[in-house]
T-cell receptor, first 115, second 115 residues
Framework: KAGVTQTPRYLIKTRGQQVTLSCSPISGHRSVSWYQQTPGQGLQFLFEYFSETQRNKGNFPGRFSGRQFSNSRSEMNVSTLELGDSALYLC??????????????FGPGTRLLVL | AQSVTQLGSHVSVSEGALVLLRCNYSSSVPPYLFWYVQYPNQGLQLLLKYTSAATLVKGINGFEAEFKKSETSFHLTKPSAHMSDAAEYFCAVSTMNSGYSTLTFGKGTMLLVSP
């Protein structure tokens, strides 16, 4: 079974621009979560989508948004980019959304550099 | 709120030596705990997870972790380090929010293996 895929793998943007990142979950998985990884803050949860609905949200400003399509693929968008948005953005998929012990499988990430 | 603390941002061992990476958790309810590994320029790979079925959990690549409730710990061990084990390791706890779960990660421990 193919793993979680993310595109693009690398991205360079300038301040003020917007960016869209894409994630395709493991086949059959309907839950997609997004995380931001930076050297200073570590891994932080952004949001989770299940059945095209946002089910859970972390503590990030409204510039960060996402959506999920009927085939479970997900995109996240960051508007008005700031230098501090430079990070590795990781997508993870799981077969369920509610269970506390659910296993999340991560993609390789998209490395975003904001200049 | 549930959280994890990883002691030591860097751990250095010689090839063939015991690997011990420390993780302590804070949780008011029985936790679900995970260890992930991240190789350079890659996403997170699940090593093992604890879901209360057994206190000693065996994972991939010869790693195992023991859940100790009295010490609120979930330390990761491997009897003999290999050069290929050099990577960053993350301990995580499943956190519930409004009925949905997500992962809260520790700051990570970089494992350095010398010949």
């Amino acid at each position: 079974k193919a793993g979680v895929t993310q595109t693009p793998r690398y991205l360079i943007k300038t301040r003020g621009q917007q960016v869209t990142l894409s994630c395709s979950p493991i086949s059959g998985h309907r839950s997609v979560s997004w995380y931001q990884q930076t050297p200073g803050q570590g891994l932080q949860f952004l949001f989770e989508y299940f059945s095209e609905t946002q089910r859970n949200k972390g503590n990030f400003p409204g510039r960060f948004s996402g959506r999920q399509f009927s085939n479970s693929r997900s995109e996240m968008n960051v508007s008005t980019l700031e230098l501090g948005d430079s990070a590795l953005y990781l997508c993870a998929s799981s077969s369920t959304v509610v269970a506390g012990g659910k296993t999340q499988y991560f993609g390789p990430g998209t490395r975003l550099l904001v200049l | 709120a549930q959280s994890v603390t990883q002691l030591g941002s860097h751990v250095s061992v010689s090839e063939g030596a015991l690997v011990l990476l420390r993780c302590n958790y804070s949780s008011s309810v029985p936790p679900y705990l995970f260890w992930y590994v991240q190789y350079p320029n890659q996403g997170l790979q699940l090593l093992l997870k604890y879901t209360s079925a057994a206190t000693l959990v065996k994972g991939i690549n010869g790693f195992e972790a023991e859940f100790k409730k009295s010490e609120t710990s979930f330390h990761l061990t491997k009897p003999s380090a290999h050069m290929s084990d050099a990577a960053e390791y993350f301990c995580a706890v499943s956190t519930m929010n409004s009925g949905y779960s997500t992962l809260t990660f520790g700051k990570g421990t970089m494992l350095l293996v010398s010949p």
